[in-house]
């Protein structure tokens, strides 16, 4: 078999029932949930981190991004060109283009602004998008106001689009599809969307974007408007699937669909607890797609996964290996999906690790156990069982919850110590009410 094309597909700040096939009912999500029938659905896919830059620099290095200086951001949202991915890191578009392939991320990078750090100096031939964590919808710019440039780009030139930003990106990725059916080499496409993180404009909230006065504009949006930015999401993924099937390249192209992290303010997280900047499952758990019809056979998959998982996968797919010198912590999960194991197995235990600064938040996953510390509560809780994250099983399993713990201190020995001068977002009452703290018992 020829080496597969790759499209990774990654939605910002997507919860985890916010596709119909994984709970959604506000709103309809058709052409994703045919992309899970076709193919692979995760009941047990994390991010690896509950903010967006930090898992992005694992999904592209294949590594705990807390080896990383940039890594440490949560998110990176500061130093202007002065901290990025370096570009000597080898990342998964780097490798698999010196397996043959050519790469091309349409979308948001996030990793570094240029001169310094950009996607052509990590590995992508082609770059069209925003280098910023987020932009308006419809202005292309990173801010509110005259002091804001656009930030659209093709290649290192600026460019201007009108229209709004997923339906730009799925006419983007529609573009190249074509164009790559003529062409004798594989391709990777990265197609990162801003979707749907904020602010919240639907397709038609142009005024919108001319009114609010920041972006994160916390007196906004509602369920019908996140609902519109979602099916927005899922009509232009559904435009860049059928430019697969009528190019004829559907077969033999491996599709993943995931999110950054877990979704926030209006997104639907149950059955879980918790949203973005936050270890709980619904800050971390995400919503995964994967679809290669010429290997893969459509199936539910209960294995435990985490973003970084996905470089030495598809590197294993395409024939290639992680960079000796920068070995990935993740897994091939390739056997799994193609029931390779030995002895009958259906899936292989895994120990992941996590660490948010905000709250100063800590976790660990082990088979169905899951260790947590938020401030100065410790948690143990079975989230096979107990999705919730209700009971806490601390003092029922002491030895479990000291082995968790033990190894969590082990782990964070091994990487770069969270100083701090590191900036980490996080939630506070004064902008979101159900994340409150007790008032003090007034002195009488």
């Not at 999110?259 to 919503?287: M, Y």
């Not at 799994?336 to 100063?360: K, P, V």
Request: aromatic share 12%.
């Amino acid at each position: 078999m020829t080496a597969p094309n790759i499209v990774f597909i990654l939605a910002d700040d997507l919860g985890w029932a916010d596709l119909g096939v994984y709970g959604a009912t506000d709103f309809k999500t058709p052409h994703l949930d045919r992309l899970a029938a076709q193919g692979v659905r995760f009941n047990q896919a994390y991010a690896n981190s509950a903010v967006c830059s930090a898992t992005r620099i694992a999904l592209i290095t294949g590594r705990y991004q807390y080896r990383l200086r940039a890594g440490l951001e949560e998110p990176l949202a500061r130093y202007g060109g002065q901290l990025g991915l370096p570009s000597e890191h080898p990342t998964l578009p780097s490798l698999l283009k010196d397996a043959g392939y050519d790469t091309a991320l349409i979308g948001k990078w996030h990793l570094g602004q240029p001169p310094a750090y950009g996607p052509q100096r990590s590995g992508y031939d082609y770059f069209f998008g925003n280098h910023h964590g987020a932009i308006d919808y419809f202005t292309h710019k990173p801010g509110v106001g005259e002091q804001f440039g656009r930030d659209l780009w093709q290649g290192s030139e600026p460019v201007e689009r009108t229209g709004y930003y997923t339906y730009i990106l799925g006419d983007e990725a529609t573009r190249y599809l074509h164009e790559r059916k003529s062409s004798d080499k594989p391709f990777f496409l990265s197609l990162h969307f801003t979707a749907p993180h904020w602010p919240w404009e639907g397709p038609n909230d142009e005024h919108v974007a001319h009114s609010i006065k920041d972006l994160f504009h916390y007196d906004g949006g509602s369920l019908k408007k996140y609902g519109e930015i979602v099916e927005a999401l899922d009509k232009a993924v559904g435009q860049v699937l059928q430019a697969l099937d009528d190019s004829g390249q559907a077969d033999n192209t491996i599709v993943i669909f995931t999110s950054d992290n877990g979704g926030e303010r209006f997104s639907k997280t149950w059955p879980f607890t918790g949203q973005k900047t936050e270890l709980l499952e619904g800050g971390i758990r995400v919503p995964t797609l994967l679809r290669w019809s010429a290997r893969i056979q459509p199936q539910v998959q209960e294995q435990v996964t985490a973003t970084f998982d996905w470089l030495p996968t598809l590197l294993a797919a395409a024939g290639a290996r992680p960079h000796p010198d920068y070995p990935s912590d993740g897994q091939n999960i390739l056997p799994i999906l193609e029931g390779q194991l030995a002895d009958d197995a259906a899936h292989t235990d895994r120990t992941l690790f996590w660490r948010y600064n905000s709250q100063s938040q800590r976790a660990v996953r082990q088979g169905p156990w899951k260790y947590l510390q938020i401030n100065d509560n410790e948690f143990l809780f079975n989230v096979v069982e107990d999705a919730r994250e209700r009971a806490n099983l601390k003092h029922h399993q002491p030895e479990i919850f000291a082995r968790l713990r033990q190894q969590w201190e082990q782990w964070d020995q091994q990487l770069l110590p969270a100083a701090e001068a590191i900036y980490s977002h996080g939630l506070s009452p004064d902008i979101q009410a159900d994340r409150y703290v007790p008032a003090r018992l007034s002195q009488s």
